[in-house]
Every structure is written in structure tokens, then in C-alpha cells.
């Protein structure tokens, strides 16, 4: 069908998210900054003053952030009770309206920084507000996070997270601090904070592999994906953007084990391969390990035979854990 050749063709694109780029010496200084003041434009200005290049400065943003602003569990369940319901503005006029909002806005972020945690919104909200300080376009984005593998094939139906856009040289990326500060226990728990430094700069294309905007032109492709094609798209986990990932097959989440009777997973990374690559079915490993090819592609083939409805991921293991790289489903 026309719509899944689109959705093909954009996936099989490459995908480099910010080129390797040393960040080395910007993500040091940015962790050793100790902030004196409780002004977000004022922050942001002191932080990013010994960089001269705007996407050094948004770095030195994304990590100060990560390193300093822990996820608050006890809010998101408040949320989702609707015991932190926001107080309607009140307004004559458009502008009157806009200048509220406004105001409204500068309050949350003031309120993220001086508490130093918060959800998602809270994340977001703060990086933009830092980055338009210093004259960096970005966008607060809204959507839906589908990276769990229990989600793949379901179409998405509410709108559960907010991330960020950022225009570097020209290019629109994107952005998630709430993801890349650390994980959440069960069903939010506890947070645990472990830096991810691949939700930086992210292709929109890769993004699109767990985050689903609510609006067509915040996914930053000449032609947006409707939500059945993304429930189709393999889900990908922390370990594909933290290591990352820049090419795998199949590149479609859903295979069918009537017309495919044995897969090859197939997966290249950036860098050095990790000490550990597992493929679990339905959370039980897999006997075997992963080969690398001659084309420096880690492969593993499994049999499909009589196997529906199996959740299949692929694992890896390095210094600091065990993420998730990518998942797939059979039907």
C-alpha cells in the first residue's frame, strides 16, 4: 500500500543522529557548573558563555538539565489521579490570553529549576525557555511515548509525554531531557538517574521510533506518518539511542509468522559493539550470541515457526547496564 511504501521509504533512510560529535569537553564543564542563581535566562547565559557555537551551547543546556533535574514520581501520580488540576485563565482578549500563558509559562519554569525536578512538561518547558535565552530556536512538543514493547502494533490513543525540537544550522532535531536524565521503575516508583546522551540531537526519523507528536509537522518529514503506520514501526529502547544504533532490519515491527518463516535481525552501531547482544522472546533469552558480519552488522536468526504473538527484543550489555535495544512482534 502507498502509505506503508512512504513509511518504508523514510525508515530506510541512514541514521547518524548528530554525527559522532565530541561532546566530551562541553559535557564536563556543563556537569561541574554549580548554578548561583534561581533565574532560568540568567542560568543559561553563565552556562553557556565559554561556547562559542550554538550547538555546543544547546548541549551544555540538555546536560545541565539531565544532571541536575530529577524526575518527581509523587507529580506524575498526582497527574494521573487529576489531583494537580491547573487553574483556567482568565481573559478579555487574544492577547490579554497569550500574555497570561506567557506569564504562566515563565512560572512553571521557575518553579522546575527552584524544586530542580519534575515530569515531562517540566523537562521540556525548562529547556526551551533556557534555549530561547540565549537566541536558540526550539519548540515545546507534545505527544505520545510508545517505548514499551507490550505497545507495538496498538495504535496510539492519548497524548503522554512532551519532548522538544531544536533548529541547529538550519536543521530541525529533537530533543527529549526527560528521557535522557534517567529511568523509572515499574509503574514510577522510584527514578533512577542514568544519562542518555543519544536523546540529544536526534534524527526526527529515529525519534520516531518511540515518540509520536500530536502534530504532523513537529515529526520534521516531507511526509508525516499517520498513527497506524507508527504502531507498525519496531519500538526502540534506551539502548538504541544510547549507543546508538545507526542502521537494523526488518525495519517493520510486526512480522508476519505466516509469510516469514525465519528473521534475521541485523544490527550496526556507531561505535564499539557492546560486551553483550541477547535476543529475548517474551522475556525468556534466546540461546546463541549475535555475529558480527563483514559489514560490521550484528546478526541473529530466528526461527518463526508456529511462534505467534511472541514479543522479541533485542538486549545489550555494556559498562553501565542492560538496555533494550529494539523490539518486534510476531503475528
Known sequence: ????????????????????????????????????????????????????NKTDKARAIYVWITDNIKYD???????????????????????????????????????????????????????????????????????????RPENLGKIPQIFNHAWN?????????????????????????????????????????????????????????????DKKAFSQLPIAGAGFYQVPVIDYFPKEGIISAKETKTVLFKVKFAKKGPKMLRLTVNGKQQPGDFELDKDGYWIYEYSLKNRRNKTMSILIKDQQGIYQVLSYKSK
Not at 504562566?104 to 530542580?116: H, I, V
Open 73 to 147: 514520581c509523587k507529580k506524575f501520580h498526582k497527574r494521573a489521579k487529576g489531583k494537580a488540576k491547573k487553574e483556567p485563565i482568565q481573559f478579555r482578549t487574544e492577547a490579554e490570553k497569550a500574555q497570561k500563558i506567557a506569564q504562566r509559562m515563565e512560572a512553571y519554569a521557575a518553579t522546575t529549576l527552584k524544586k530542580k525536578k519534575g515530569v515531562c512538561e517540566d523537562y521540556a518547558l525548562l529547556f526551551q525557555k533556557m534555549c530561547g535565552a540565549i537566541g536558540i530556536e526550539s519548540e515545546f512538543v507534545t505527544g505520545h511515548l510508545g517505548g
Open 1 to 52: 500500500m502507498k502509505k506503508y511504501k512512504l513509511l518504508l521509504f523514510f525508515i530506510l533512510l541512514s541514521l547518524p543522529s548528530f554525527g559522532q560529535r565530541d561532546f566530551t569537553k562541553v559535557d564536563q564543564f556543563a556537569r561541574a557548573y554549580h548554578a548561583k542563581t534561581k533565574d532560568y535566562k540568567v542560568l543559561a547565559q553563565d552556562l553557556t558563555t565559554p561556547f562559542d
Open 165 to 225: 525540537s531544536i533548529k541547529l544550522d538550519g536543521k530541525w532535531y529533537l530533543v527529549d531531557a526527560t528521557l535522557g536524565s534517567g529511568t523509572v521503575e515499574g509503574n514510577c516508583k522510584k527514578f533512577h538517574k542514568k544519562f542518555n546522551s543519544g536523546l540529544f540531537m536526534t534524527q526526527p526519523k529515529d525519534m520516531l521510533l518511540t515518540h509520536f507528536p500530536d502534530k504532523p509537522e513537529w515529526q520534521y518529514l516531507e511526509q508525516p506518518l
